[in-house]
């Protein structure tokens, strides 16, 4: 089966195709991109043209889910809930920083990306499974539910953690196509699409406006 995968949890923009029968898989990423919303389809039709497929080719769908900030988290969910609906094919979602410890060595693992506030998403994982959050916290206020013995962080907030972690063996790691697939259970019904965006949005709605007192009330 040729799977569809997609992760916008991150500034990086993940699209991928993996062939589960063989294993192989094809990535296009665009590092470092805040426009997921302009380049997420076009993104997508170049990476079946490259493969030499089409949509019609598909068999499913996998999406990170975070947790990661709500825009970006917006943007790949919802496109990836629309192409499966459009081509009738069911849409995994699954924990992007599963993902991510997915590719690391073994061992007792830390997976933490950029929540901006100067904060970050964080989970623990011990023998290949999440044992702890996703949460979100400041680097240096963080408090692990065990020991770790690997971590990967940006590299820019790498030196907000504390001194104990920062010792530890570094990696800068974002999700990719085979590991997205290689946490989804694709044998099993698809569950609803639940976004991790673990605290409120930055838009909030702006607070209602006092009535003068000039203003008669009108009862309808």
């Known amino acids: 089966m ?5 992760d916008t ?13 063989s294993g192989r898989a094809h990535d296009r990423v665009i590092p470092g991109t805040r426009a997921h919303n302009e380049q ?5 039709r170049a990476l079946l043209a490259e493969a030499d497929v089409t ?3 598909l068999g499913a769908i996998v999406v990170g889910c ?9 943007v790949g969910m919802a496109s990836a809930a629309a192409f499966g609906d459009a081509l009738g ?5 699954v924990c992007s920083h599963d993902a991510i410890a997915r590719r690391l060595p073994p061992g007792a693992a830390l997976v933490a990306t950029d929540a901006r506030r100067r904060e970050i998403y964080w989970a623990t994982y011990a023998e290949g499974e999440r044992s702890g959050g996703p949460g979100v916290d400041k680097p240096a ?4 539910p065990h020991d770790v013995a690997l971590v990967s962080v940006p590299e820019h907030l790498a ?22 697939v290689a946490v989804a259970d694709l044998d099993a019904p698809p569950e609803p699409l639940v976004p991790l965006y673990l605290r409120r949005p930055d838009a909030t709605p702006p607070k209602p406006v006092p009535r003068s007192a000039a203003l008669p009330e009108v009862t309808l």
């Not at 094919?89 to 979602?93: E, F, K, T």
């Not at 206020?141 to 692990?144: F, M, R, T, Y």
Request: net charge negative; glycine share 8%.
């Open 141 to 144: 206020e963080l408090v692990l």
């Open 9 to 21: 949890s991150t500034p990086d923009l993940v699209t991928g195709l993996v062939d589960t029968s």
């Open 2 to 6: 040729l799977v569809l995968a997609i």
């Open 89 to 93: 094919i069911p849409v995994h979602g």
């Open 66 to 74: 975070g947790p990661g900030p709500f825009t970006g988290l917006r």
């Open 159 to 180: 030196a907000q953690l504390p001194a104990a972690l920062q010792e530890l063996p570094r990696h800068d790691l974002r999700p990719d196509a085979a590991a997205l």
């Open 40 to 44: 997420l389809t076009p993104t997508v």
């Open 55 to 57: 949509f019609a080719d």
